[in-house]
C-alpha cells in the first residue's frame, strides 16, 4: 500500500485508513476478521471513538453502548497482541449524551482513561477531538491536549468537524502540533475541497482523514438518502461510471482514486465492514485519474464547468 506520514511525524499510515463507525454493528464477520484484512492490506490507521457503537450494547461487557466499538477493539487487542503494534490506534472522544458535546479538562481527562481501558492499550496514537464543544475556550483545549500527550498516553493529537476559524484558533495555543483534521469529504459531500479546509491542512501540514468518503455508502449504491437529491447524485454516478469504465475498475473505487489525487494528501477512511469490499477500496490505489477527468468528476457534482 502507498504510505503518507502522519502529519509531520514519523509515522507512516496507509493511503487509506479503517473506520470503525460501524463496528458493534456489523455481525457477518468476526471483527478479527475485518481488523486483520484492513492491516493486511496497508490499511493501519484504525479510526474507532468512544461514542462508536453508542445504540449496541455488547454482550459480556458492561457497556450499555457507549464504548462499544472500542471494547469490541479491545478483545482483537488483547487477542492478537501482535496486531497493536501494526496498528496506529486512532480515536476520538468529547460527545457523552445527553450532552451534544464536552472538551472540557476534566470531561477529556476521564474519557481518555475510559478509552485507554476499553481499547486494552496503554497508549493511543491520535487522540482527536470529535466535535467542537462550543462551551470550552481553545486555551483549555489546548491545555487538555498538551497534557495528554505530555503525560505519554497519547503520542499525537487532532481533531474532527473543526471549522477553518476553528482549528486555526485552537492552534494558536497550542505547544504540541495538530497532526489531522477529520472532514466528511467525498465526491457528495465536496465542501472541504471549495471551502478552505484542504487548504489549511496543507498550510499546517496537518493530514485530512475523510470520513464517510462514499457518503455513507449513497455514492456505492446510487441511491440517495433524501430524494430531493436523486437527480444531482445520478449526475455524479453516471461521471464516475464512465470513468470506471475507462479505467476497467468499479464505481467504488473511482470515487476513492478522486480523493486520493488531490494534492492535500487526503486518507480516506473506509467505512465497509466487509473484507471483500475492504479488498475492492485497496484497488483504488492502482488508479491514476488525469486532471481533466479529476476536474470532469469535480463538474458533475458541482453541475457546470469551471469557472
Ligand atoms: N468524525 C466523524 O464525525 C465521523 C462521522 C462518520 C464516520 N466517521 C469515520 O468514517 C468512517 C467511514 O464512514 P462511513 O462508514 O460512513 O463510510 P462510507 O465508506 O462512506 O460508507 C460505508 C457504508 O456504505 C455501505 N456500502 C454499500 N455498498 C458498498 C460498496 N459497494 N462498497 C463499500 N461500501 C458500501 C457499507 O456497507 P457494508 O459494510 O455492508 O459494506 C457501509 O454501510 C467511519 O467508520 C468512521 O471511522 C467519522
Not at 502529519?7 to 476478521?33: K, S
Not at 492491516?39 to 458492561?62: E, H, K, Q, R
Not at 465492514?273 to 470532469?296: C, M, V
Amino acid at each position: 500500500m502507498k504510505t503518507a506520514r502522519l502529519g509531520e511525524t514519523d509515522i507512516e499510515i496507509g493511503r487509506l485508513a479503517f473506520g470503525c463507525w460501524r463496528f458493534a454493528d456489523a455481525a457477518e464477520t468476526t471483527p478479527h476478521e475485518r481488523i486483520e484484512t484492513a492491516i493486511s492490506l496497508g490499511m493501519n490507521l484504525i479510526d474507532t471513538a468512544d461514542i462508536y457503537g453508542f445504540t449496541t450494547p455488547v454482550p459480556g461487557s458492561d457497556s450499555d453502548g457507549f464504548g462499544g466499538a472500542e471494547v469490541m477493539l479491545g478483545r482483537v487487542i488483547k487477542d492478537v497482541p501482535h496486531l497493536r503494534s501494526k496498528m496506529i490506534l486512532a480515536t476520538k472522544g468529547g460527545i457523552r449524551p445527553p450532552m451534544p458535546y464536552n472538551s472540557s479538562l476534566e470531561y477529556l481527562t476521564e474519557a481518555l482513561e475510559a478509552s485507554l481501558r476499553r481499547l486494552k492499550t496503554d497508549y493511543i496514537d491520535l487522540y482527536q477531538i470529535h466535535r467542537p464543544d462550543l462551551l470550552t475556550s481553545f486555551e483549555e483545549l489546548a491545555r487538555s491536549l498538551g497534557y495528554m500527550v505530555e503525560s505519554g498516553k497519547v503520542r499525537h493529537v487532532g481533531v474532527s468537524n473543526f471549522t477553518n476559524d476553528q482549528f486555526r484558533a485552537l492552534s494558536k495555543y497550542m505547544d504540541v502540533p495538530l497532526v489531522s483534521r477529520q472532514p466528511q469529504a467525498s465526491l457528495w459531500f465536496h465542501n472541504p475541497i471549495m471551502d478552505g479546509t484542504l487548504d489549511l491542512c496543507q498550510e499546517f501540514k496537518a493530514v485530512p482523514l475523510a470520513w464517510s468518503p462514499l457518503a455513507r455508502g449513497q455514492i456505492a449504491t446510487g441511491h440517495a438518502v433524501n430524494s430531493e437529491d436523486q437527480l444531482k447524485l445520478n449526475a455524479v454516478i453516471s461521471a464516475i461510471d464512465e470513468l470506471a469504465q475507462t479505467h476497467s475498475a468499479t464505481r467504488t473505487q473511482i470515487a476513492l482514486a478522486f480523493l486520493l489525487h488531490h494534492p492535500a494528501g487526503i486518507v480516506p477512511i473506509i467505512g465497509t465492514q466487509k473484507p471483500k469490499r475492504l479488498t475492492e477500496a485497496a484497488g483504488a490505489l492502482d488508479i491514476q485519474l488525469s486532471a481533466r477527468e479529476w476536474y470532469s468528476l469535480l463538474e458533475a457534482r458541482l453541475g457546470q464547468r469551471m469557472p
